[in-house]
């Protein structure tokens, strides 16, 4: 069963910082996309940002330049950078993952996902 558990989500003011850890657990296997996907109160889901398992990486316009996925396979871990954070970043922010998937981008459909870590930007 894949687990993943988010941490890092905090409160900050715009123009800061926050990096998000999600651990994952429960897989071994060498093909995989994960992902981050947010939702901010009345909106729909947006994927913010994704990573193959070949380490490429996709991300949405309004985070590009702003926020980095990476991982670290020896620790099972996955990571989103977010920098020049704006009020319109506050959201959820779900770690989601594939391990059976046709293509890895930033989406919002995937079939693990963590239980979500609130970010809170105030102007």
């Known amino acids: 069963q894949v687990q993943l558990v988010e941490s890092g989500g905090g409160s900050v003011q715009a123009g800061g910082s926050l990096r998000l850890s999600c651990a994952a657990s429960?897989?071994?296997?060498?093909?995989?996309?994960m992902g981050w996907v947010r939702q901010a109160p009345g909106k729909e889901r947006e994927g913010v940002a994704a990573?193959?398992?070949?380490?490429?990486?996709s991300y949405a316009d309004s985070v590009k330049g702003r926020f980095t996925i990476s991982k670290d396979n020896g620790k099972n871990t996955l990571y989103l950078q977010m920098n020049s954070l704006k009020p319109e970043d506050t959201a959820m922010y779900y770690c989601?993952?594939?391990?059976?998937?046709?293509?890895?981008?930033?989406?919002?459909?995937?079939?693990?996902w963590g239980q979500g870590t609130q970010v809170t930007v105030s102007s």
């Open positions: 989601a993952a594939d391990i059976v998937y046709i293509s890895c981008h930033a989406k919002t459909g995937y079939n693990y």
């Open positions: 429960g897989y071994s296997y060498s093909s995989y996309c």
């Open positions: 990573i193959d398992s070949d380490g490429s990486t």
